[in-house]
């Protein structure tokens, strides 16, 4: 058995802690595996609005990712908020220098408020250059709709991406999330059933979310279907866990310490 499991998360900074690179570090570190990070910018937000996404420039995330690499194991790597198509670039190409593996991509396009957190002419990028790379992408309800606009999902499959999670949260169904995972070469998707849970609360799931399938990638040496499960009922968890939290006066954060000690069996 490995000493540690160690996630990287490239992502942007949350000021509101709920979501981003702060969503990340607490998900990772609260299923027993170590966060390293990659900044890609400084979201300046709230749980109401957005009002600036501030990117660092490529060579700078780069960088971040090659010196981590020089120094720590990276098992999973977690995509989040890359603000401009020139990041997601070079983004893909040090992951390609790198050889980095188990790479979870949360394509970040607007905020659950409706803001928009990324350059509009980003989609092209991320399917010509990251998306090959993926084990898992994981959009929500709109974010698919413009990705799927421009190349369909088996177009995207076919260009390398091993799975697309198609989360089902934007769904007008109000008993139950049924989230579809659609595998490379599979004509049919595994799907996740969970009751839906009634609350405001919910700023930073999609980052949530994704960072708990990189952290059981790692744990669970690459089995995507797995990984989901489990990451599936850590989300599920975390929001019942949080749902009565009085944080903010918008969409507040889920609960992303509420000691998911059983979710860590291994067998």
């Known amino acids: 058995m490995k ?3 160690n996630v990287l998360t ?14 990340d570090i607490k998900t990772i570190s609260s299923l027993g595996c170590y966060a390293a990070v990659a900044i890609s910018g400084i979201a300046v937000e709230n749980t109401v609005r957005v009002q600036a996404v501030y990117p660092v420039t490529p060579h700078q995330l780069d960088e971040q990712i090659v010196v981590t690499c020089e120094d720590i194991r990276i098992d999973a790597v977690k995509i989040g908020l890359l603000p401009t198509k020139e990041l997601v670039a070079q983004t893909a190409k040090t992951l390609r220098n790198t ?3 188990n790479i979870v991509i949360d394509p970040v396009l ?6 928009s957190l990324a350059d509009t002419d980003i989609i092209g990028t991320y399917i010509s250059e990251l998306f090959p790379l993926a084990s898992v992408i994981t959009p929500n309800r709109f974010e698919a709709e413009q990705l799927f606009v421009h190349s369909p999902l088996q177009n995207i499959l076919q260009s390398g991406a091993k ?17 579809e995972l659609w595998l490379k070469d599979e004509a049919n998707p595994v799907k996740y059933f969970a009751k839906r849970i009634k609350t405001n609360n919910l700023h930073g799931t999609g980052c949530t979310l994704s960072s708990a399938i990189a952290s059981f990638l790692s744990i669970y040496d690459g089995d995507i279907v797995l990984a989901v499960e489990k990451a599936k009922e850590y989300i ?3 929001i019942e866990a949080g749902k009565n939290l009085s944080i903010g006066k918008g969409n507040g954060p889920v609960n992303h310490i509420f000691s998911p000690v059983a979710m860590l069996t291994r067998d």
């Open 163 to 179: 799975s697309i999670l198609l989360k089902g949260g934007h769904s007008d169904d109000v008993q139950e999330v049924i989230d």
């Open 99 to 101: 050889g980095l593996k």
């Open 10 to 23: 490239i992502a942007s900074s949350d000021n509101s802690g709920g979501a981003g690179l702060e969503a």
């Open 3 to 5: 000493e540690t499991y």
């Open 110 to 115: 607007v905020a659950a408020c409706g803001d």
């Open 236 to 238: 599920t968890s975390a």
